[in-house]
């Protein structure tokens, strides 16, 4: 599976934004995909997740009312709309991939297809 992440940039807070995941290959494979960010100098931190068949989803509490994952299996994407945003949301944000179920979705490890991550600014 091969992921491609697009649509960040740099938005005023309070503003939304929407980035999206192109999958390509074996996507038939998929069963989570998985949103992360990752700010300078930190670890990167789980968004926000949806299983690919069935579209149940799972946020993190800092993003939850805020943020909104969303797949479309006719065209292998996967979107993030991301609205009242903050400074704090400012990462670079990567789409990922797991291909079986996971219990535990919300780290990075269970994921095995990365994208190449996507820049998100948030100013004040």
């Known amino acids: 599976v091969q992921l491609q992440a697009s649509g960040g940039g740099l938005v005023q807070a309070g503003g939304s934004l929407t980035v999206s995941c192109a999958a390509s290959?074996?996507?038939?494979?998929?069963?989570?995909m998985g949103w992360f960010r990752q700010a300078p100098g930190k670890g990167r931190e789980f968004v926000a997740a949806?299983?690919?068949?069935?579209?149940?989803?799972y946020y993190s509490d800092s993003v939850r009312g805020r943020f909104f994952v969303s797949r479309d299996i006719a065209k292998s994407t996967v979107s993030l709309q991301m609205f009242s945003l903050k400074p704090e949301d400012t990462a670079v944000y990567y789409c990922?991939?797991?291909?079986?179920?996971?219990?535990?979705?919300?780290?990075?490890?269970?994921?095995?297809?990365w994208g190449q991550g996507t820049q998100v600014t948030v100013s004040s």
């Open positions: 290959g074996r996507t038939f494979e998929i069963y989570h």
């Open positions: 949806i299983t690919w068949n069935g579209g149940t989803t």
């Open positions: 990922a991939s797991t291909r079986t179920y996971r219990r535990i979705y919300n780290s990075p490890e269970v994921y095995e297809y």
